[in-house]
C-alpha cells in the first residue's frame, strides 16, 4: 500500500501593520507606479518591534492546526522554512515546539530562501511516506525585513514579512503526488545577504549585513527555471496541464507569475496572485497564498494545483498536490 501525505489544514498569519508604496517614496527615491508596473505590488506587511519570525510562525501553526482539527501533540515532525530564525541556535522548529506544547516530536528548520517552503513540504512529504511520520506540521515563516537596507530601493520595496502552514496526515489518498528540489551554488553572488555567523566579524566591518540582488539577473534565471520546472512536474505524473486547477507561485514579482502562467496556459484567474497586497515574504509567500485561495474557497477539496519557488542560492522547486 503507498502512503502519501495530503493537506488537513491550512493556516497563516500577516503582522498588522501596512506599509504603502506611498509610504515607501517618502523614504527612498522611487514611486508607486514604478513598483506596480515593475513588481505588481501595491503594499507590504512589517512586523512589530517587539515581534519576531517565531510569533508569525506559531500563529500560522496554530491557525493550520484547528483547520486541520490536530492537536499538537499528534505530531511527529515539526518543519520550519525560514531566512531570518531568531536564534542562531536552537532552531526556529523547536522554539515553535516549545510554544506549542508538542513535546518530543523531530523539529528543525530548512533554509532554502524563497524555495523554502517547497524544500520543507519535500523534506516531510519524505518522512510520512516512508512511514517515519504520521503528521507533520510545515512552515515558511520570515520577517525579511530585518534583513533588508531600507535605504536601498532596488531591494527594500520587493519584501514582507509573514508566515503561512500546513499541516499533513498520512493517507491512502493523494495528496502531494511529487515534489521536485533543486539548486544550483554557482550563482550565490546573484542573491545573498553576504554576512554569516562564521563571517560575521570580517563582512560587518564593511557594513554589508543586508539583502544584496542582481535584479535583472534573478529575473531572467526565474522566469527560464520556473518554466522548466513546471515541465519537469507535468511530465513526472504523465499530466497534461490542461487538467491543473490552480497555479500557486512563489509570490515575489506578478510578471514572474505571469510568465510561468502563460508557460502553463493558465489563464491568471486560475493564478493565486498576493504579491499585490503581501509582497515577497520569502519562504512564507507559499503558505500565505495557499491559505487565503483555501480560506476563501477557491481551492476545494479534490483540486489539482501545482507550487513552485525560486530563490537565492539558486535553489528552486516544485510540489503537484491534490488538495
Ligand atoms: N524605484 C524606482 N526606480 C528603481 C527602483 C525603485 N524601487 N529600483 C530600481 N530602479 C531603477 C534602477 O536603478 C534602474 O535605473 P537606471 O536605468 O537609471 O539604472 C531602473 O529602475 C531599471 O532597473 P532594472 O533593474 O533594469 O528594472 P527591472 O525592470 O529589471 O525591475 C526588479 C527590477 C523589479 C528588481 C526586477 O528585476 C525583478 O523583479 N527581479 C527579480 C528579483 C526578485 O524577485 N527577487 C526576489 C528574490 S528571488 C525571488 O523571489 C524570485
Redesign the pocket.
Known sequence: MTIYSRILGTGSYLPEKVVSNQDLERM????DA??RD??GIAERRIAADDEFTLDLAEKAARNALDAAGVDPQELDLIVVATTTPDRVFPSTACLLQSRLGAKGCAAFDVQAV?TGFVYALGVADQFVRSGTAKKALVLGAETFSRIIDWTD??TC??FGDGSGAVVLGASEEPGVMSTHLHADGDYADY?HVPTGVSTARAVLEEGRAYVE?N??G??RM?VSTLGRIADETLEHNHIDKSELDWLVP?Q??I??IQATAKKLDLPMDRVIVTVDKHG?TSAASIPLALDTAVRDGRIKRGDLFMIEG???GFTWGSALIRY
Open positions: 527612498v527615491d522611487t514611486s514604478w513598483i515593475r513588481t524563497c530601493r532596488n520595496v520587493l542573491l540582488m535584479g535583472p534573478v529575473f526565474a512563489h515575489a514579482n510578471r514572474i515577497n525560486f530563490g537565492g
